[in-house]
Nanobody, 115 residues
Framework: QVQLVESGGGLVQPGGSLRLSCAASGSIFSAYNMGWYRQAPGKQRELVATISNNGRLNYADSVKDRFTISRDNAKNTVYLQMNRVKPEDTAVYYC?????????WGQGTQVTVSS
């Protein structure tokens, strides 16, 4: 079992920056592939970025060159640095931990991009 708690969401102006954090507990964090997903109102949940247990990165085309995912295994935490945000980045952002096709989700954190 893995417990995930996201933080860092809030209101940000277009073009601004925000950093999301996801603290994990309950299992061997370094063994898990970690990811960030988001869900906007009326839309399906979609992948934002993932980082594997060996550091391989993957990004949705919509966030490439703007967002950066990273992990600190010593702190059991995964981060999402969001730069040059756009109104279409508005969504609830969820942290995900995956291993052997078993997934755990956090409760989500709201990110609103608006002037």
């Amino acid at each position: 079992q893995v417990q995930l708690v996201e933080s860092g969401g809030g209101l940000v102006q277009p073009g601004g920056s925000l950093r999301l954090s996801c603290a994990a507990s309950g299992s061997i964090f370094s063994a898990y592939n970690m990811g960030w997903y988001r869900q906007a109102p009326g839309k399906q949940r979609e992948l934002v970025a993932t980082i594997s247990n060996n550091g391989r990165l993957n990004y949705a085309d919509s966030v490439k060159d703007r967002f950066t995912i990273s992990r600190d295994n010593a702190k059991n935490t995964v981060y999402l640095q969001m730069n040059r945000v756009k109104p279409e980045d508005t969504a609830v952002y969820y942290c995900n931990a995956e291993r052997y096709d078993i997934r755990f989700w956090g409760q989500g954190t709201q990110v609103t991009v608006s002037s």
